[in-house]
């Protein structure tokens, strides 16, 4: 089955700079790399995702790049604001269905 | 916009009870899943329904038992409720399983087992 490996557990930055979060998958037939956030007492929520038709997806403060060859994806994340304070998941669609990472819990220092 | 509502925010129950988490979702999907989420393990899948009376065991489904009698209602059931099934309990649903499958989360259920 699928294995997502997500890095690191705990990210702290400052306000105003950038964070970058990696995952990495085992299944080459894995296809569809959502991005979940979860704030604090909800339940995730989308916030981009990627196929595997793209390299690189954009939406505002927020960017998602994916190396199929190397089978993996990071979320980058610019000019951190205290409302990105949260978990990050990534995941991965495979003939298995969906695999979560572990979660990166984001700190933004004032 | 996709509403995905828990029946409890937090619970509280003894060892050995019989516990039912209830999920409703209101926009026809089909395809509803029960995650428990832990510290440092992430999100696990239990169970999943793709429809009605339709059941597939996930990751973790020892202990759990589902109910997925009308298309709406997906319901997670804990036969003799055990301390280490204490956690944080997520339920989504998606339109679609596979590509494009978007997964909807409730706000989740924390479930403290004594």
């Known amino acids: 089955g699928e294995n997502v490996e997500q890095h690191p557990s705990t990210l702290s930055v400052q306000e105003g700079d950038s964070a970058v979060i990696k995952c990495t998958y085992s299944?080459?037939?894995?296809?569809?790399f959502p991005w979940y956030k979860q704030e604090l007492g909800k339940g995730p929520q989308l916030i981009i995702d990627i196929r595997s038709n793209v390299g690189e997806k954009k939406d505002q403060r927020i960017a998602v790049t994916l190396n199929k060859t190397a089978k993996h994806f990071s979320l980058h994340i610019t000019e951190t604001q205290p409302e990105d304070s949260a978990v990050y998941f990534c995941a991965a669609i495979g003939p298995d269905g969906l695999t979560f990472g572990k979660g990166t819990h984001l700190i933004i220092q004032p | 916009d996709v509403k995905v509502t828990q029946s409890s925010r937090y619970l509280v129950k003894r060892t050995g009870e019989k516990v039912f988490l209830e999920c409703v979702q209101d926009m026809d999907h089909e395809n509803m899943f029960w995650y428990r989420q832990d510290p440092g393990l992430g999100l696990r899948l239990i169970y999943f329904?793709?429809?009605?009376?339709?059941?597939e065991k996930g990751d973790i489904p020892e202990g759990y038992s589902v109910s997925r009698e009308k298309k709406e209602r997906f319901s997670l059931i804990l036969e003799s409720a055990s301390t280490n099934q204490t956690s944080m309990y997520l339920c989504?649903?998606?339109?679609?399983?596979?590509?494009?499958?978007?997964?909807?989360f409730g706000p989740g259920t924390r479930l403290t087992v004594l």
């Open positions: 989504a649903s998606s339109l679609l399983l596979g590509l494009a499958a978007e997964q909807f």
């Open positions: 329904s793709y429809d009605v009376k339709m059941k």
């Open positions: 299944d080459s037939a894995s296809n569809y």
